[in-house]
Each structure stands twice: as C-alpha cells, then as structure tokens.
C-alpha cells in the first residue's frame, strides 16, 4: 500500500474514467481523463508520472464517464454535452495531434477499438473506420449501455436490459443472438466479461452473471 510515484499534473483529477495502458515511441505509459484535459504519463521505471502529452477537454458537468480508447500510440476519447463527439490523437512526445472527429461519440461506454474499427455504444452500437474516423454501420438500441469484444471476433453490447452478441467483422450490423430484460434499470455499469464468466448490472445494483464456457 506504500506510494510508488505519483504525476507532477497538478489539475484536478475529478471523477473520470480510469487510466489505460499504451505505449508511446516504446515506452510504458497510462492515458486518462482529468477534469480539464485527457493526459498521457509514463510509467516506465525512473521515468514514472512524467508528462508525454496534455490534451484540453472539458465538458459541462465535467462528465467524463468514458474511458479513452487506445491503439498504438493513439489516443480515442468521447464524451457528450457540449462536445458530443469522438476524436482520434496522434501522441508524441510533447503532444497530440488530431487524426480525425466525428459525430459520433458515448455518454457512459468506453470506446474499444478492435482490428482497425471503433466501436462506441449510445443508443444504437456504432462502428466506425479506425483510419478515418468514417461509418461503417450501427444498429440495435441500447440507451446509455456499454460493449466488449471477444477473442472470437464478436461485440458483446448491453444496455436497455437487454443483452446482444454481434459479429464484430460483418459490413453491417448483425446480431447473432440476444437476451432481453434481464435487469430493470438504467444500464450504466459497463459489461464486463472474464474466465467464462459475463457480468451485467443495472446502476440499482442489480446484477445477472451469465456462463458462456
């Protein structure tokens, strides 16, 4: 439990998502939300908490639920209110540059990005270009849910009490199977899926668990 090291960023971290894991010109770092930027540190050893790249994003309410989304050295995040919108960085040593924006973006879901594709879930499961930001297809209806790939090339999406699996690699949206209300409310808890085991819960609490061994 003893402190290891800890970022010289002195702004207020808030309630954001987690860090995630990436790397940067072959670097061990961590990328996360703050209050009023998205932030990319190093973590590899003697160079821990220092700053490879601030990026400013701040939203009304300072409601960034979503965790970025990683490839490489680039960074995806989304959010919604005055943004509503989903951006892929370029990061560098020293910044992040743009690659592309869209219109597309999550409230609650963390986008995951998978074999050059994005996906992001709000309302409907959407997949986007992972190049160029562009549309490929969305479809379903999940509310504020959330989504996982498998290993088999498959999303998982779960939101509105309902349950999907979708092939990940189709040119359209195809569900493969589905589930419905398995629990009554609002479905902000993200899917979580380990060991054979699929998790869901409602923001109530309520939660199903599911074997698919």
Known sequence: GRQQWASKYSREFGSTGGPVPMQVDGKDCVAVFTT??????RTDKGHEGEAVATQPWTTDFACH???PGVSDSRVLITSTHNHKEAVLFDVYQGGMRPVWRSSRYAVVSSPVLYRDQVFLLQ????????ATGADKWRGGGFGNGSCLVTGDDKVIAFGNG???????LADEYRELSQVEKIVGGMCYPHVTLSGGLLVCKDKEGDMVCFSVK
């Open 36 to 41: 009023y930027d998205v932030i990319v540190v």
């Open 65 to 67: 639920v979503a965790s």
């Open 123 to 130: 309302n409907q499961l959407q997949c986007l270009d992972l």
């Open 162 to 168: 309902k349950l999907a699996l979708v092939d990940a």
